[in-house]
């Protein structure tokens, strides 16, 4: 079964704005992953936040993890129409089965 | 370098038939594994593999075959297709030290079940 669960499925936003999306997940992990997905394309890898990380940034991105409350969000300032894609949350509980929740759907419009 | 190749891109298969997808990689990466992508839903495991030699199932592993005689290739065999395999199919590899890497997926092969 899947471990995480991405929120909201959807979200639009205006070019410039900022866009957040949340993941939950419900067993202890040792990292946690966040993946984006152009349409028709393969996954490519944005950020990893080990477990006993709180906050991590990567250019545009900026990703917290919550073990407490099981939860990590991932913040992207300043859209772009290009960051219109499938955002997706993967957890890695140290298994080799990294799980992944189904998605939440960025359109960032012009 | 061109990281994770999945062939063929596209497929289309009879229910019955059998056939072998390929994934290769170049990055000497340890860990390799398959994934089924479904319409609203996130990817789910098939099989996984930590090392040539070495295979396991993952969640959905069902009317599939893997094995890993290389470190570069990890081919996904259907052994009779059927119409709930039709999917995209993804390969993802990895370093064995997920501490610090993400993984690498390849470009996706549709397959359509017919």
């Known amino acids: 079964s899947q471990q995480g669960e991405e929120d909201p499925q959807a979200l639009s936003i205006q070019e410039g704005e900022n866009a957040t999306m949340n993941c939950s997940y419900k067993?202890?992990?040792?990292?946690l992953q966040w993946y984006r997905q152009n349409s028709g394309r393969g996954l490519v890898h944005l950020i990893l936040?080990?477990?006993?990380?709180r906050e991590k940034h990567s250019g545009r991105l900026r990703v917290t993890l919550d073990t407490s409350k099981k939860s990590s969000s991932l913040l992207i300032t300043a859209s772009r129409a290009a960051d219109t894609a499938s955002y997706f949350c993967?957890?890695?509980?140290?298994?080799?089965?990294?799980?992944f929740g189904a998605g939440t759907t960025v359109t960032v419009r012009a | 370098n061109a990281g994770v190749t999945q062939t063929p891109k596209f497929q289309v298969l009879k229910t019955g038939q059998s056939m072998t997808l390929q994934c290769a990689q170049d990055?000497?990466?340890?860990?390799m594994s398959w994934y089924r992508q479904d319409p609203g839903m996130g990817l789910r495991l098939i099989h996984y593999?930590?090392?040539?030699?070495?295979?396991d199932q993952g969640e959905v592993p069902n009317g599939y075959n893997v094995s890993r005689s290389t470190t570069e290739d990890f081919p996904l065999r259907l052994l009779s297709a059927a119409p709930s395999q039709t999917s995209v199919y993804f390969c993802?590899?990895?370093?064995?030290?997920?501490?610090?890497?993400?993984?690498?997926f390849g470009s996706g092969t549709r397959l359509t079940v017919v």
């Open positions: 993802a590899s990895s370093y064995s030290n997920r501490e610090f890497y993400g993984y690498t």
């Open positions: 067993t202890s992990i040792n990292n």
């Open positions: 936040i080990r477990s006993n990380e």
């Open positions: 993967a957890t890695d509980a140290g298994d080799y089965k990294l799980s």
């Open positions: 990055m000497n990466h340890e860990y």
């Open positions: 593999s930590v090392g040539a030699g070495i295979t």
